[in-house]
C-alpha cells in the first residue's frame, strides 16, 4: 500500500471496530438457527453493508428463507416475505391505488394501499418461479429505493434491501431472470449442500425439541451508518486497476481480450460490476480487521460479483464450462501488481 493512501480518521476507525463487533454478533446469532454456511452468511453481510442486494441460488432445502429471516431479525429490521409464483402481478408487490369513501364527505377517492416491498429487508422467495413482467416490478426498488404508482413516487425506508431466493434454472417451471435484473445484484451466492456433519447436527436440532431465536444485537440507524463507513476505506491504486483489468478482461468485443474470452463468452459485465466488486471488497476488508482494500478481498469476491454478469456461448455450455470456471481462470490470468511503496 502506498504510503500517501488516505487513512481513516479516528473516528471513522472506532466507528470500523464497531462495526467488525456489531457484525460479529450478528453472525453469532444466525449460527443460533441455522447450522453452517459461514461463508453464505459472510457475504450476506458484506452485501448489506455495501448497500447491495443478494441472490441466493440452491436447491430447496437448504435454509435460505430461514437464514435471510434470522438474519433480519438480529438485525432488528422491519421483513417481510413474497412467494413469487407464476400468476404473480406487479401490483402484488408494489401496492396498487383502490377505492374508498371519504367518511366526513362521503366523496370516493383514490388511496394508495402499500404493497409488502414497502420494508427494510424484503425476501423475494423463489424469484424465478414468476414471469419477467413480475420480476421487473422490484427495478426501480432495487436502483433508486423508491416505488412510483400512479403517478406517485414513494421513498422507501433506510436500509433497504432485497434477499432473493432462487432454484437452479435446470428445474421445472423456472423463468431466468433477464441481465437487467441480475445485473442489480451485488452478489450472486451459490448455496452449497452441508457437510455430513453439519447435517447429522440439522437432522438433530430439527427432529427433537430444540429451539432458539435471533436476538436483535444492531439497529437500521446503525446499519445505515456502517455503510457510510464503508465508503471511506481507502483502495490502493494497484487493487483499483486490478478490479479494471479482470472485469474489462472478460468483455469480448473489447479488442484486447484474449481468444478464448471471445470463444466462450457472449456477454460481459458492465460499470456495475467494478463499483460493486469495490464496494464489497471495501466491506470485506473492514470485516476482517483491514483499513484498506487488498487483492485478496477482490479475488474472494469475484465469483460472487460476476458469475452472473456473464453469458456464456454455445461453444462454452457445449464444452461443459461454467461461468465459475471462466472466473477461476480469468483471475490466474490477470497480472497481481504489487503495492507501490513511493
Known sequence: MSTAEPKLEADDAARAERLVQACQRVREQVGKIVVGQEQVVEQLVIAILARGHCLLEGVPGLAKTLMVRSLAESMDLEFR????????MPADITGTDIIQEDPENGHRKLVFE???????????????????????????????????????????????????????????????LPEAQRDRF????????????????????????????????????????????????PLPDHVKDFVLNLVRAVRPKDPDVKPWVKEYVEWGPGPRACQQLVLGSKARALLH?????????????????LRHRIVPTFSAEAEGIGVDDLVSRLLKEIPKAKPSLL
Open 186 to 233: 451485488l452478489f450472486h451466492v451459490v448455496v452449497e449442500y452441508p457437510t455430513r456433519e453439519q447435517e447429522a447436527d440439522i437432522v438433530d436440532r430439527t427432529t427433537s425439541t430444540f429451539s432458539a431465536t435471533p436476538e436483535p444485537v444492531v439497529s437500521g440507524e446503525e446499519i445505515v451508518e456502517f455503510q457510510r463507513t464503508v465508503r471511506l476505506v
Open 289 to 305: 480487521g483491514r483499513h484498506h482494500v487488498t487483492l485478496d478481498d477482490v479475488e474472494a469476491l469475484a465469483h460472487p460479483v
Open 114 to 176: 402499500k404493497g409488502p416491498i414497502f420494508t427494510q429487508m424484503l425476501l423475494a422467495d423463489e424469484i424465478n418461479r414468476t414471469p419477467p413482467k413480475t420480476q421487473a416490478a422490484l427495478l426501480e426498488a432495487m436502483q433508486e429505493h423508491e416505488v412510483t404508482a400512479g403517478g406517485h413516487t414513494y421513498r422507501l425506508q433506510e436500509p433497504f434491501f432485497v434477499l432473493a431466493t432462487q432454484n437452479p434454472i435446470e428445474q421445472e417451471g423456472t423463468y431466468p
Open 81 to 88: 416475505r413474497i412467494q413469487f409464483t407464476p400468476d404473480l
